[in-house]
C-alpha cells in the first residue's frame, strides 16, 4: 500500500508495520461487508495513484495515517510533545492564559441548556422550568453601558487615544500650553457629533423594538378573551393572531377560521422567500365544535428542544381525557414560528418557545462592525507620525542639553509638536464618508440605491474578489415553462400548441362518451392501462404527462375577490369565482408556479386546491375533483416531491412523483433516453424535472398508509423511518415526461459581468442550486468565456480522492472551476491552503449546493488566505450571513423579499447598477478620501516643522510660536473649506471610468495612500514649514516682532495654494471655498490682531493695521509663498509630461 512508499526516509520500518497492523486490524473488524470492498478499492487507487502523482503540500503525518484512521489524525504528535520549560517560554504561557481567559468568560456567560419542553394548553404556571421573556431587543447598549460603550469604540484607534491623553495633560499646570479650548474643543467636537449619532441610532431601535413589544393580542383564557402585550406572552398561552398581524412567539397552530383547517403565511422576513407558506392546525382541536372547548380538554404538546432549523420541527400533540388517547405527530407544517404574518383567516395557537428561543432570534447573527482598509492604512501613518513626534521632541530635548527638569521638557514638546498628528483627520473622513453616500443615492443612474453603512465607501475601490448569489441576483427568478421531453417526441415553445390540441381532443372524446351512456363514468383511456403491453398514442401520453404536472405540486389558486362572496361561494361552486381574471397561484417555488401556468395554457386549469381535495376544469369546461390521501413535500436532501390521490370519478389510486433527475433516475423504469435529455437541456440553461406515477390497489395504499402513520409518530429517527416508508412506494416508476423550465437573466448582466472581469475583480458564483443548473448559467450569463474551458471537480468523499482531484486541477490552466458543496467541504478539510491557493488563480469558480454557512465561511476564507477584499452580493434570506462576513456587501431588493437589503452596507435595485457602484463611485471614494487624509496630515506636519524651526532658532524653548485661536482657527476657519471641498474632486470622468474599467485594477493595488506617497508628502511639509519660517526670519531683521502675522498669513496662502496643486478637476464649489477661506483670513486679521504678536503681549507687540497694507508686507510675504510653492508646481508639470498615470492618457 501506499505507507511502504518511503516518502520519507524519517520513518523507521517498525512504525510502517504497526501501521499496517492497526490498519489490517481495523479493516478485520469491518468484516466481509462494504469496509473490505471500500479498502480493496482504495488499495488499487493507493498503489497506482499515489506513485506517480506528484504530492501535494502534505505534512508527514498526513502521508502516515490513510483513509482508515483520519480520526486519530491529530493525536499522532500532540502524545509526544514534552510540556517542560522551553514549551513554556516558546509559546505556552500564552496558551496557558487563553486558557484561563476562556475559562472566566465561560464561568460568567454560562448559557441555559435549551432541553426538549411539555407544553399543556393554556396553562402556563404548569411549565416545570423558567422561559425567557417574549421580548425583542436589538439595541447594542443600555442606559449603563452606552457612554463607555461608545467611547471604547471611539478610544480603541490610536488616533483618538493619543488626542485624549494630550487634552488631559492640559489640565497639569507644568505641562500647560496655551488654552484649554484648543484642545480640548475639537476633541470634545468629535466626540459629541459621534455620541449624538450613535444615541440617535440607539433610540430609533429602542422605538422599533417598543413598538413591537407593546403590540397587542387575544389571548384566550377561561374567563374569555383578554388583550395581552406581545412581551408578556407565556410558554403555553393560547393566542389568536388575526389577518395581516404578526405572529408574535414560536406556535403550535391548534385550529383557524379557515373551512379547510388550513392557512397560508407571509414568510418573507423569515427565510428571504415571498411566496406564501400553507400551514395546517392539528386535526384533533380544529375538529372541536367551540373555541371554549380547548379548555374542556386535557391536551399537552411535546416539543423538540429550540433550535436553528427553520425548516424542520419534531412533536406530538397528545389528549388525555378520551378514550383512547389520542396522539397526533406534529411536524414544520404545524408551527407558526415568530416574524412570520398570516395571510389567510384567523390563527390560534399555543406558544412553545419565547424570546430568545424562538427561530428568528436564534438565525440573527450579530454583524460585526466593519472597519474600511483605508481606515486600517490610515491607523498605521498616525502611529509611524507618533513615532517621528516623539524622535523630534526628543531631539529637541537632547539639544538643550538635557538641563533642569528635561522631562517636563521633554513632555512640553510633545504636546508643542501633538499638531503632527491631526485631529482633524477623522473629522474631515468622516464628514467626507457621509459626502460620498449621499452622492451615491443622489446618483440618477443608479436609482434606488441605498447606503445602509456610511462607515466603508472607499471599499467599493478596493474590491478583488465578488461573491455572488445566483437565483434572483444573476437571474431574474422568472420562470418560463420551455420544454417538454417525452422520450420520443419534444416540444418546445413553438410546438406548444399541438399539446393543446391533443387536449382537447382527449377530453371531448372523455366527455361525449360519458355523455352517450350515462351509465358508464369510466373514460376510455382506462383500456391501454389495463394492457400495458400495447404502446400508447402519443395523445394519450401527452394527457398523461400534463395531468400529471396538473396535480403533483404543492401550488393553491387564490382568488381575489373571494372574500366579498364568502356567503355564496358554496351555492355555485362550479360557474362563479373560478374565472381566470382574478386568479393568481402561491406556491414554495417559482418553477412549481410556471408549470401550473403552463398546464393552465395548454387548457388543463387548477381552480381550487385545499388540504383533501384539489379541482382541474379541462378545456371542456368540466370540473374533475381529486381527493388528496397523502402529500410528500420537497426537501432538499430528497431532492423530490410526491402526492397520492385519488380520483373522485372512477375511485383510481396513483402516486405521482417529480423531482431532480440524480433522485429520480433510480426509482423510474429502464430507460435509455432521460440522462442523455437532461443534460441537453441542461446544457440549454434549462432547470430540469422528470415527473412520474404509478397506480396503487385499494389493499397496497391502506397497507402503505398504516405503516407510514406509525413512522410518523415515532420520537427517534422519525424522519429516517418516514423516508423509508416512503420509498417502499418509489419502486419501478412508469416514467412520463420531462420538463424544461428557463429561469430569466437579469437585464445587462452579461454586459455587467464582461466589465468586472476587465476591472480585475474575480468573479465567484455561490449557489444552492444543482451542478448542471449553476454550470449553464455560468455559461449563459458569459461568468465564463466563451474560450475558456470548464473544470468540472469530481464528487470526493475521501483525503485520497481529494488529492488526485487537486492535482488534476493543478494540470489545468486558464479554466473555469465548478464544485459542490460537498466536494468543497472534503478539501477544506484536509487541504485547505492547497484548494485556496489552486482556486484563486481560477478565472471564476461555481460552487453549487452552497448552505449559507458555507458561502459565509468561503468569504471569510478567501479574506485570511489572500487578504484581499471581498464583496457578497445576494438578494435572500439565505445570502444574509455571506453579506455580513464579506468587507462589503451588496443586497439586492429582489422577489425573495427584503431581507438581503436590509442585512447589507449597500442595497441596489438590479445587478447592473453594481458596475456603476465599482467602477464609477468606489473610484471616487478612495481616491478622495486618500488626497483628503494626505492633505490633511500635510496640514499639521507643515505647522509642527515652524514649530520645531521656532524652538531651535529659540535656544530650544518651550514656547508655542501660534496662540491659542490660531491654531484652532488654522484647522478650521482658515483652511477647512478647500480642503474638504476635495470631496468633489475626480480623476477621470464617469464614463471614461464606466469605458475603460482596467482603470480599476490600479485602485486594488493601493497605490494613492501608501508609505511612499505618505513619505513624499513629509517631505513636501518639512521643504515647506522650513522655508516659510526662515523665510520669516530672514525678511524681517528689522520688525522682529511681526514674525507671526508674515509666517502665518504665508502658510495660510501656502495651504490654499497645496489644495489647488492637488485638485484634478475643478468644481465651482471649490473655487468658492477658496476665497471664501482668503477672505475670513483677511477680516480676521483686523479683528484678531491681538494673537498676531509673539508670544502673545510677552513683546509687547500689537498687530497695527497699518503695516499689513504695506507694500513690503505684500511682497515679503508672496516671496516666501512662491518659493515654498514654486517648485512643486513645476515638479507637478514634469511628472504629467515625463510619466502621465494611466488616466491622463485616456483623458487627453
Known sequence: MADQIPLYPVRSAAAAAAANRKRAAYYSV???????????????????????????MMSEEGFENDESDYHTLPRARVTQRKRGLEWFVCGGWKFLCASCCDWLINICQRKKELKARTVWLGCPEKCEEKHPRNSIKNQKYNVFTFIPGVLYEQFKFFLNLYFLVVSCSQFVPALKIGYLYTYWAPLGFVLAVIIIREAIDEFRRFQRDKEVNSQLYSKLTVRGQVQVKSSDIQVGDLIIVEKNQRIPSDMVFLRTSEKAGSCFIRTDQLDGETDWKLKVAVSCTQRLPALGDLFSISAYVYAQKPQLDIHSFEGTFTREDSDPPIHESLSIENTLWASTVVASGTVIGVVIYTGKETRSVMNTSNPKNKVGLLDLELNQLTKALFLALVALSVVMVTLQGFVGP???NLFRFLLLFSYIIPISLRVNLDMGKAAYGWMIMRDENIPGTVVRTSTIPEELGRLVYLLTDKTGTLTRNEMVFKRLHLGTVSYGTDTMDEIQSHIMS???????????????????????????????????????????????????????SQAGVAGETEVAEADQDFSDENRTYQASSPDEVALVQWTESVGLTLVSRDLTTMQLKTPGGQILTFRILQMFPFTSESKRMGVILRD?????????????????????????????????????????LVVARRSLTEEQYQDFESRYSQAKLSLHDRTLKVAAVVESLEREMELLCLTGVEDQLQADVRPTLEMLRNAGIKIWMLTGDKLETATCIAKSSHLVSR????????????????????????RKHDCALVISGDSLEVCLKYYEHEFVELACQCPAVVCCRCSPTQKAHIVTLLQQRTGRRTCAIGDGGNDVSMIQAADCGIGIEGKEGKQASLAADFSITQFRHVGRLLVVHGRNSYKRSAALGQLVMHRGLVISTMQAVFSSVFYFASVPLYQGFLMVGYATVYTMFPVFSLVLDQDVKPEMAMLYPELYKDLTKGRALSFKTFLIWVLISIYQGGILMYGALLLFESEFVHVVAISFTALILTELLMVALTVRTWHWLMVVAEFLSLGCYVASLVFLNEYFGIGRVSFGAFLDVAFITTVTFLWKVSAITVVSCLPLYVLKYLKRKLSPPSYCKLAS
Open 648 to 688: 373522485e370519478s372512477t375511485a383510481e389510486i396513483t402516486f405521482y412523483m417529480k423531482g431532480a433527475d440524480v433522485a429520480m433516475s433510480t426509482i423510474v423504469q429502464y430507460n435509455d433516453w432521460l440522462e442523455e435529455e437532461c443534460g441537453n437541456m441542461a446544457r440549454e440553461g434549462l432547470r430540469t
Open 406 to 408: 528635561w522631562y517636563r
Open 506 to 560: 382527449s377530453y371531448s372524446q372523455m366527455h361525449s362518451q360519458a355523455g352517450g351512456h350515462n351509465t358508464s363514468s369510466t373514460p376510455p383511456r382506462k383500456a391501454p392501462s389495463a394492457a400495458p403491453k400495447v404502446r400508447k398514442s402519443v395523445s394519450s401520453r401527452i394527457h398523461e404527462a400534463v395531468k400529471a404536472i396538473a396535480l403533483c405540486h404543492n401550488v393553491t389558486p387564490v382568488y381575489e
Open 30 to 56: 469491518a468484516g466481509p461487508g462494504p469496509g473490505a470492498a471500500r479498502h480493496s478499492r482504495y488499495q488499487l487507487e493507493d498503489e497506482s495513484a499515489h506513485l506517480d502523482e506528484m504530492p501535494l
Open 787 to 810: 474560450a475558456q474551458d470548464i473544470h468540472i471537480f469530481r464528487q470526493v468523499t475521501s483525503r485520497g480522492e481529494a488529492h488526485l482531484e487537486l492535482n488534476a486541477l493543478r
